[in-house]
């Protein structure tokens, strides 16, 4: 990635369209879960995701990181409504922490940031990454989409993308050229 261009200025556009149009009208479910605290994956499960939310869509001048929208406390709440979510993210969350106490003697969470960027680096393109880290390059496909899933439709997220729908109106007026292209096509 170049200097001065953040890796939320590449995703945002071409990630969140469709995500905004999947979820136009609902309401994210972000607030059924307490702020900060799991509601299903253990407090040490939470806390690795929270920092993995974070590694895929930090803070910038702009925006407020993954984890302060209510993206881990989402993905929270999908585990405890899925059982094959709930899988995929006890054993990915997992697979972290052993590859990283593998290389650097401590859990995800616990290891300095470039070594946790090292590691999401070598699972991030799949087509690179070491056949013994396919379950991992796996579990952070998962986690990348679900990432970007919960925070594009959190407040910050819309607010990101320009995102302006999902409000009720008092009226509406047909558009003029929509009325002169009907008139056209109507012959009495």
Same mark, same amino acid.
């Given at each position: ?13 071409? *990630? !969140?369209?469709?995500?905004? #149009?999947?979820?136009?009208? =609902?309401?994210? /479910?972000? %607030?059924? $879960? ?58 990915? *969350? !997992?697979?972290?922490?052993? #590859?990283?106490?593998?290389? =650097?003697?401590? /859990?995800? %969470?616990? $290891? ?77």
């Amino acid at each position: 990635m170049s200097k001065g261009v953040s890796r939320r200025a590449v995703l945002a556009p071409a *990630l !969140a369209a469709p995500l905004v #149009a999947q979820h136009e009208g =609902h309401q994210p /479910a972000v %607030a059924a $879960a307490p702020a900060g605290q799991p509601i299903f994956l253990t407090p040490h499960e939470f806390a690795t995701l929270r920092k993995l939310c974070d590694l895929i869509l930090p803070a910038d001048e702009t925006s407020p990181a993954a984890s302060a929208t209510g993206t881990p406390e989402y993905i929270d709440l999908l585990c405890r409504g899925n059982e094959r979510i709930a899988r995929i993210y006890h054993g990915g *969350l !997992a697979w972290l922490d052993a #590859a990283c106490r593998n290389l =650097h003697g401590v /859990a995800f %969470a616990e $290891a300095a940031e470039p070594a946790q960027v090292a590691i999401l680096e070598k699972l991030a393109y799949r087509e690179k990454t070491p056949a013994e880290w396919k379950a991992g390059a796996e579990f952070f496909n998962w986690a990348r989409r679900m990432t970007l899933d919960g925070y594009y439709t959190s407040p910050a997220g819309y607010r990101d993308v320009g995102y302006v729908g999902g409000k009720g109106m008092t009226t509406y007026e047909v558009p003029v050229e929509a009325l002169e292209q009907a008139l056209k096509k109507w012959k009495p």
